[in-house]
Every structure is written in structure tokens, then in C-alpha cells.
């Protein structure tokens, strides 16, 4: 047998490369992971954890004046954009030695350094050293796409939102998902003036076309503006640093800050794998089989560098099920079916299983039972905003095949209902639990 200088190499450590890499470790694998910038991967150090603190922060603004309703007095209040910029990175910083404290107490070796593929078993570190393993596992997550258009250099992306100076006065973000309305929701709250452009006339496509129409409709109510049909014409800076901006079927806007938040490609760009022969996608990213193997036997990709699912917890999962399948002798395989998801706008959008459409495009007759009401905290505040729960179900014994909710706390209520979607519970099984009383989520089991 060839003698190799790990049993796994490991290159990235993200959500998906660190979990691979701990668990294979601790199944006996020797093993490292070349990571060329932080642990943690994007989710960690530039993405969703602290995402939410600012989607957390964003929400006092809100909070701040529905407090008058209850009796609340809070003058003068003022916000400092560099106190909470500064406390989340703050905050990234210790994930960040977690992380690798995690990595380390399992004996998982940390190069960092850039690492690329040189051959089917081999790699090659930035600094010109030649590693060899039995196994490689990419894990190199992806990267934001910014657009080709003349003076793109000017914008900046999700990756850099969270190191701004200030709060810009007015912003530009390109995008429909859901980085460009959580960012939208978020800056909205701080102060800036929002306009929202996007090459389509839909927002989170994908998701259920109830839950999107309300979500315009509110942000659009909070003052967030929306260009459709538009794509970048050119971007150029103006000599007091503003941008002008010009875009197909609209005028020009000046504002201060351009966000792209227009998709996110695998970052399989320049790391060698055709050295190795390993099959790329359209889009780069690294064709796997449902064991997260390449068409090279030695060499394995988990994360966003599939193109799968692009989130988090799905990463992790197949991290975990690559080191169990090739290290723990237990071959598994990731279930990728109600994977429950969520966007964290203002107010937050949650779902799991099919959309309305997709259901009755699927499925042909479903039945559909909607919950639209005013959350009792908006009502005594004033707040005219509504939320909107949607269950979907199928069949005579109205099995249920997806939940959509838009408001306060969707994402915390979804992560139980999912449970009850994977499950295969009926309308039924709801109807005969009883509902806690007051809250939103009992709305879910009092749908008639």
C-alpha cells in the first residue's frame, strides 16, 4: 500500500471542511486542512453568524419605537455603527479560536496556507511544499459573483459590508436573494436610503410567491425602493467619491455605497483539480455522486463548491456523512429532501418542503390553508405590518408537503414544524395539538 503522509488532506475550513476533518479524526485518520485565510469558512467570518448580529442589531430601530406603545420611554437614543461592527468582529475573533481549538483537540493538523491540487493524491502548499494523501477533500465553500460591467471595481460585496467605515447615506444593491434583502432590511433599519435593482421582476425566486409578494409589499412600505428589469450599465465615481450609476429601463442613481449581492460561484478557480482530472460543472463547481465523490476516486468535494444546496447545515451534513462513509465504515448518503431554509429580511421569511406552485405543478389538486393576521406585539405598537402562514397539503389524508411563513420569529417557529414536514404528518396531527395561547406559532394548528 502507498505510503502517504495523511490519510486526509482537506482543503478549506469552512462549515463542511472542519466538521469532515474533526470527524475523520476522530474516527483514526490522520489528518490536516490548508486554509489560506480563517477558520470557520464563510458562514463563521463573513456570513450568516455575523449577519445576524446586524440582523439583531437592525431590529432595535424597530423595537425602539414600538416601546412608546408599552409604555416606554427612551429619548435621545443614538446608534454607532463602529460599536456594533467593531463587537461582531470582536465576536468572529473568538469563533474564530474555537473553531481551531476544535480542530486542534482532535489532532487535526492546521497549514495556513493556500493549498492546490497537483495530482490525484497530491498537493501543493503557497509555499511550494508537496503534500501527498490517501484522500482529498475539497471544502472550499464559494465566493460572490460580481458583475462584468464597466466600473464594477468600485462596488464592493457582502464580504466587505461588514468592514464599512459607516453606514452609507444611500446604497445600491444588486440582487433578489437572500443577501441582497437581508442587507436591504438591515441597512434600511440603520439609516440609508435602499434601492434594491434587480435583472428580473421577482424577488427570492425559489421561494413561495405569497411569502415574496409580501415581502415586497412591506419592505417597500418601510421605504425600501425596488428597479426591476434592470441590469448595470456602468458605474463611475464622482469626484466628492459618490457613484453614479446607470442601468438598463431606468435613470441614473447617484448614491454612496454599490453592494453586489448577485449570486455566489464555487472557488474552484485556480486550485489545480484539472491537474488531478477531476469533472467541473458550468459553473465550476466539482461534479460529486451522491457520496460526495469526484470521478476521481481519491479526491471528494462537500459545501458550497458542489453547487448542491448552498447553506450551512447542508454543508456540515455532508461533511459529516463523507468522513462516516470513507473513514467511519459506515457508507452515508444526505437527505436532501425538506431541507427547511430561511431569510433573515425584515420581517423574516421561513419555508420547508414545496411551494404552492410546485405542489400543484407536482402534485396536481393540493389544498392550501393560509393564516394572514396581525401579530399582537404590532397591534398594541401600531404597526400595521402583517404576517403570513401558509400550509400546504396533499392527498385525502392531507398529508403535509410544505410550510411558508412570513413574520417575527419564522425561522425559530419553522426549524420545530420542519421536523413535523419530514415526518409526514398530516393536517390532522396538527389539528389535534394543542395550541400554546398567545402566540403566533399557534397558528400553524388552529388553520381551518
Not at 203 to 225: A, F, P
Not at 253 to 263: H, K, L, N, R, S
Request: proline share 4%.
Amino acid at each position: 500500500m502507498a505510503d502517504y503522509d495523511y490519510d486526509l488532506f482537506t482543503i478549506g475550513a469552512g462549515s463542511g471542511g472542519v466538521r469532515a476533518s474533526r470527524v475523520a479524526a476522530a474516527h483514526g485518520a490522520k489528518v490536516a486542512v490548508a486554509e489560506e485565510y480563517r477558520v470557520g469558512g464563510t458562514c463563521v467570518i463573513r456570513g450568516c453568524v455575523p449577519k445576524k448580529m446586524l440582523v439583531y442589531g437592525a431590529h432595535f430601530a424597530e423595537d425602539l419605537q414600538d416601546a412608546k406603545a408599552f409604555g416606554w420611554t427612551a429619548e435621545n437614543c443614538t446608534f454607532d455603527w463602529k460599536v456594533l461592527r467593531d463587537n461582531v468582529l470582536k465576536d468572529v475573533d473568538r469563533l474564530n479560536g474555537l473553531y481551531r481549538q476544535t480542530l486542534e483537540n482532535h489532532g487535526v493538523e492546521i497549514i495556513d496556507q493556500r493549498a492546490t491540487v497537483t495530482g490525484p493524491n497530491e498537493v501543493t502548499l503557497a509555499d511550494g511544499t508537496k503534500k501527498t494523501a490517501r484522500t482529498i477533500l475539497v471544502a472550499t465553500g464559494a465566493r460572490p459573483h460580481v458583475p462584468d460591467c464597466p466600473g464594477h471595481e468600485h462596488g464592493i460585496t457582502s464580504n466587505e459590508a461588514f468592514h464599512l467605515d459607516a453606514v452609507p447615506k444611500r446604497i445600491l444593491i444588486a440582487g433578489a436573494g437572500y443577501i441582497a434583502n437581508e442587507f436591504a432590511g438591515i441597512f434600511n433599519e440603520f439609516g440609508a436610503k435602499v434601492t434594491l435593482i434587480n435583472r428580473s421582476d421577482q424577488l427570492l425566486r425559489g421561494y413561495d410567491e405569497s411569502m415574496r409578494d409580501r415581502l415586497l409589499q412591506i419592505s417597500t412600505m418601510k421605504g425600501i425602493q425596488f428597479r426591476f428589469n434592470a441590469s448595470f450599465r456602468g458605474i463611475v465615481q464622482n469626484g466628492d467619491g459618490s457613484l453614479t450609476v446607470s442601468m438598463t429601463n431606468h435613470d441614473d442613481i447617484e448614491v454612496d455605497c454599490v453592494m453586489f449581492a448577485t449570486g455566489r460561484l464555487p472557488n474552484t478557480e485556480g486550485l489545480g483539480l484539472d491537474n488531478a482530472g477531476v469533472v467541473l460543472g458550468g459553473k465550476g463547481e466539482v461534479a460529486v455522486d451522491e457520496y460526495s465523490r469526484t470521478n476521481v476516486d481519491s479526491i471528494y468535494a462537500v459545501g458550497d463548491v458542489t453547487n448542491r444546496v448552498q447553506l450551512t447545515p447542508v454543508a456540515i451534513r455532508e461533511g459529516q456523512a463523507f468522513a462516516d462513509t470513507v473513514f467511519g465504515g459506515k457508507p452515508t448518503m444526505v437527505d436532501y429532501d425538506n431541507v427547511p431554509s430561511a431569510v433573515f429580511s425584515h420581517p423574516p421569511i421561513a419555508g420547508v418542503g414545496m411551494t404552492e406552485s410546485e405542489a400543484r405543478n407536482k402534485l396536481g389538486a393540493v389544498k392550501v390553508y393560509q393564516s394572514d393576521f396581525r401579530p399582537m406585539k404590532n397591534v398594541l405598537a401600531g404597526r400595521n405590518e402583517r404576517s403570513l402562514y401558509k400550509v400546504i397539503c396533499d392527498g385525502d389524508d392531507e398529508r403535509i408537503v410544505g410550510i411558508h411563513m412570513i413574520g417575527p420569529d419564522s425561522p425559530e417557529i419553522m426549524q420545530a414544524a420542519a421536523v413535523a414536514v419530514k415526518a409526514g404528518l398530516t393536517k390532522a396531527d396538527f389539528d389535534a395539538t394543542v395550541a400554546i395561547h398567545p402566540t403566533m406559532a399557534e397558528e400553524l394548528v388552529l388553520l381551518k
